[in-house]
């Protein structure tokens, strides 16, 4: 398919789980920081044990934080990346970027649901040119981890400023439609479809998964 696309891996909860991927060279480690999430990482691990993980690509997923929260997480934590997946607005992100370590980059998520076009074009402007990435989700009242595909073919209609992220309920069913993109997304965001349950990886899945994407 792709061999320079990266492959994100969220909602993980166990570390061993952790080490293996890490072991298999997945790109990106997706932690929830979402109390209502089932997928809410500090319901297994500790700030500590995130941080003792060898890897500098830890991302926290963050839904509607405080931004001094988000900052004393992510110094404990030592993460590398921010996602905002709420309805962060400009001046919470300037004031995010202000306030976090520089070298923490910032992925800010656009929800997809029955938005018009112009008004998805609107919003992608509306995002300060500080954050490092976009991502693109459905959208859910869950805010996210819902296993379910926006239309993707909306992307092909709208220009996309940053390097984006493309997310939501992406599987191996799927990802043969991702060839229809025009502007190809540097990462996938991989979760519900990879797993047991929630929170629990299907690992055999995603090393299969990882194979196909860097040999097809
Ligand atoms: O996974 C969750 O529980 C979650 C909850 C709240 C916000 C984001 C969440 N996860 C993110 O959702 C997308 C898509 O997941 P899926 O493939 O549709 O299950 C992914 O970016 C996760 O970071």
């Known amino acids: ?8 891996v969220c909602g993980l909860t166990k570390l061993n789980q952790i080490e293996e991927l890490i072991t298999s060279k997945i790109d990106f480690l997706g932690f929830i920081f979402y109390q209502k999430s089932p997928r809410y990482v500090l319901n297994s691990l500790s700030l500590e044990d995130i941080r003792s993980l060898k890897s500098n690509s830890k991302v926290g997923v963050f839904v509607n934080e405080t931004v001094k929260k988000i900052v004393e997480i992510s110094e404990k934590a030592d993460l590398n990346f ?8 400009e001046d919470y992100i300037n004031d995010l970027r202000e306030k976090l370590n520089n070298k923490i980059g910032i992925i800010k998520v656009i929800r997809i649901g029955n938005q018009s076009k112009e008004e998805l074009q609107k919003t992608i402007n509306q995002i300060p040119k500080t954050i490092n990435y976009l991502l693109f989700d459905t959208d859910s009242r869950a805010f996210g981890g819902t296993g379910k595909t926006f239309n993707w073919q909306i992307l092909n209609e709208i220009e996309i400023p940053k390097p984006y992220f493309l997310s939501g309920g992406i599987s191996d069913e799927n990802i043969h439609q991702l060839t229809t993109i025009n502007h190809q997304p540097i990462a996938l965001d991989i979760n519900s479809k990879f797993e047991i ?8 899945k995603i090393k299969k998964f990882k194979n196909n994407i860097e040999f097809n």
């Open 197 to 204: 349950e929630p929170g629990n990886k299907d690992l055999k």
């Open 1 to 8: 398919m792709n061999s320079s696309l990266k492959i994100k």
């Open 82 to 89: 921010i996602q905002l997946h709420g309805d962060e607005n």
